[in-house]
């Protein structure tokens, strides 16, 4: 009867044994996965980054140009004018540019200090949509790479 025991014993350790190393091979198994998901998230995030960071370049880039050309008198803002009541008799007439006569809509020119002040509030707002943009690319890279956690010994579980 001894002897059974000791055997039964012995095959209760190494069933023991092989379940725990089974078990540290799944969680070696999973921190390589999760290290690996992680990596392609850290690498989709770096990518959204630096297209974040062109566009807003760009984009700051584009409104100095303008910025420049309205300090220039290079380029002019001007806005369309309501169409003046009938038989109000105070019709503007349409502005012409150095090109030629502007036929159509009456138009009215801004003043430069007041384009500048136009010209800088669409600027913020391009800035704030790219970065509206960028944080969406950012919950949009984690959405599609992180699905539910698995435990690594669920398996142990069942």
Not at 108 to 116: F, H, R, T, V, Y
Request: aromatic letters at 4%.
């Amino acid at each position: 009867m001894d002897a059974e025991w000791q055997a039964k014993s012995a095959k209760q350790a190494n069933d023991f044994q092989l379940e725990r190393e089974a078990a540290a091979v799944a969680v070696i198994n999973w921190q390589d996965a999760e290290q690996a998901r992680r990596r392609a998230i850290e690498d989709q995030l770096q990518a959204n980054d630096k297209t974040h960071h062109q566009e807003l370049t760009n984009a700051q880039a584009t409104q100095a140009r303008l910025r420049d050309r309205l300090a220039t008198s290079d380029l002019r803002l001007s806005v369309l004018l309501a169409a003046p009541g009938a038989g109000s008799g105070c019709g503007v007439p349409a502005a012409s540019s150095a090109g030629g006569m502007v036929h159509g809509a009456a138009r009215g020119e801004l003043d430069p200090a007041a384009a500048q002040r136009i010209v800088a509030i669409a600027d913020a707002g391009d800035q704030g949509l790219i970065a509206l943009q960028a944080c969406q690319g950012f919950v949009r890279a984690l959405e599609r790479e992180s699905p539910q956690p698995k435990a690594p010994l669920a398996f142990l579980t069942q």
